[in-house]
C-alpha cells in the first residue's frame, strides 16, 4: 500500500492526501508528530533522494535552527541526526509508492503519470 509521511496540518499534505483520495489511491498516513520518523524509512528516503531534497530549507524550522546547527547538515549523515530531532524539517509529504519508488513533496503531474492516470 502507498504510505504518505507527514504532519496533518501542513497544507500540502492535506493537498496531496485529498488528491490520493480523489484518484482512488488507497493509502495510510504516518503522522510524524505522533508516530516519529521512522529511521529505516529515513535511510531509505536518503538514498533515493539524497539530503538536498529532503530537507526543507526554506520553512520556518530551518531558518529558527542555531547558524551552527544548519552548518553541520552537509550529507546524509549530517542531515539524518538533525532530522531525527527535527521531523518538521523534512520536505513534505514522502511517499513511499506501492512499487517500493519514493517521492517528495507534492506534484500532480508526476503523480499521475505514476499512477498512468489520463489528464
Known amino acids: 500500500m502507498t504510505t504518505l ?5 501542513c ?7 485529498a488528491w ?3 484518484h482512488g489511491v488507497a493509502h495510510s498516513f504516518h503522522d510524524f508528530k505522533k ?4 529511521e529505516a524509512e529515513l535511510d531509505r528516503w ?3 533522494a539524497g539530503w538536498e531534497t529532503l530537507v526543507n530549507r526554506k520553512g520556518t524550522t530551518w531558518r529558527g535552527l542555531e547558524e551552527t546547527t544548519r552548518a553541520t547538515v552537509v550529507d546524509n549523515q549530517s542531515a ?18 506501492t512499487d517500493g519508488s519514493v ?6 503531474e508526476d503523480w499521475d503519470t ?5 489528464r
Do not use: H
Not at 5 to 9: E, K, Q, R, T
Not at 35 to 38: E, H, K
Not at 114 to 118: A, E, G, I, K, Y
Open 5 to 9: 509521511y507527514g504532519i496533518p496540518n
Open 11 to 17: 497544507d500540502t499534505v492535506k493537498k496531496a492526501r
Open 20 to 22: 490520493l483520495s480523489e
Open 35 to 38: 508516530q516519529g520518523v521512522p
Open 46 to 48: 536518503l538514498a533515493a
Open 80 to 97: 539524518r541526526a538533525v532530522l531525527l530531532r527535527q521531523p518538521s524539517l523534512i520536505k513534505r509529504p514522502v511517499v513511499g509508492w
Open 103 to 108: 517521492t517528495v513533496g507534492f506534484d500532480s
Open 114 to 118: 505514476r499512477l498512468d492516470l489520463p
